[in-house]
């Protein structure tokens, strides 16, 4: 039985795999849920159930959830070379549902559609995880040893930074080795041919500006705190001037530096605001050093803070930067041949502006791509994801799992 005819055989239990996990609630802390330890546990108790007999759980210690962990599992299925080990990791925990009146079903019970599954998680990342497990099992059911060791690994608190999941197995465990092939099935395009080897520098800004409060009509007597953060936000923005060059592996192909969050001020408007509390979203093209942009906005705040009276502190609330993975990197090359084989199609290496556990992976030494499938509906409402995208993924990964 072919990989394709086996995968379409097993339709109902791709979707009952998937049924399941939308079922059980994994939300991290910080999104008002209790983690992933009951999703990891059914998760498990189906893999042994299914025949993975080689599964390992790892767990983060967290003491906000009422287990006390958060748990990351392994699963290992011995190939023929062990020397450079396949790796699919996706992610257990999913983002809190957002407005409810926006969704048109429970978002935590999966419904299908015809060819496509609706509700929280099911793309984002189950869709990963599910086709990942479905590989794996065609070698099980059909008593086959894979070409390359299979090692799957599904982590917690992605949605969140990462602290109790790859962040904490990259501290605290010797899980991979430098020629291990890593593939993160967490991101792509309806066609599933971008291949993501990189990311652009990310910096989240919290400035907040202290001036001195006084009426609407007098500001000759106060600083306005307000007005100085507007300029200052200006100033920063423009700093897109200062790290100007290009790059067209990442669209858009430039640096990124705009103000978005604005935290309340005063509650009236005829009071200049003693104190204005701003937020910056920058995302800077892999060429350029945060420590080289913390100079420029050093100078700018002490423009700002000269011109307008006022005292401007900033704290740096997400910083992450990561090298690319090469273009010639076995993974990157292996996986575009197995697309190529498999479908037809001949991929395109690209940069991404967001964050992907990728990052963690690179700045450690290992070399691992982005690659999926899909729409791209992570955390929206009516988030849904196509099973013949999740087949066609898991149909790419046996080649790559093979040669």
Known sequence: MTPKEFFEKNKSEIIGLEKLLTSIVAIAPEGGGDGESEKCAALEKWLKKNGFTDVVRYEAPDSRVSS???????????GQNDDSRVWVMAHLDVVPTGDLSLWNSNPFQCVQDGDVLIGRGVEDNQQGLVSAVFAAL????????????????FVADEECGSYYGIGWLLKTHDLFRKEDLIVIPDGGDPKGETIEIAEKNILWLKV?????????SRPD???????????LSVALHNLEKVFDKKDDLFEPNYSTIQPTKREKNVDSVNIIPG????????????CYKLDDVLVKVDEEAKKVEA??????????????????????APVAQKLAK???????????????????????LRNEGYNAVVWSTLDDQAHQPNEYCKVS???????????????
């Open 338 to 360: 197995a697309l190529k084989k498999v479908h037809g199609i001949d991929a395109k290496f690209i940069g991404i502006g967001g964050g992907t556990v990728g990052a963690e």
């Open 138 to 153: 065609y070698y099980i059911k059909h008593g086959i040893k894979p070409g390359n060791t299979i090692k799957l690994l």
């Open 275 to 286: 104190e204005d509390t701003f937020y910056m979203d920058c995302r800077f093209l892999p």
């Open 221 to 231: 007597s106060g600083a306005n705190a307000c007005l100085a953060a507007c300029a």
């Open 68 to 78: 006390g962990v958060r748990p990351s599992l392994v699963v290992t299925i011995p």
């Open 307 to 328: 011109e307008y009276g006022v005292k401007v502190n900033y704290t740096a609330i997400q910083r992450a930067e990561s090298p690319a993975t090469p273009v010639d």
């Open 208 to 216: 907040n500006v202290k001036g001195k409060q006084t009426h609407g």
């Open 389 to 403: 995208n999740l087949i066609k993924d898991s149909e790419t990964l046996v080649e790559l799992f093979d040669n």
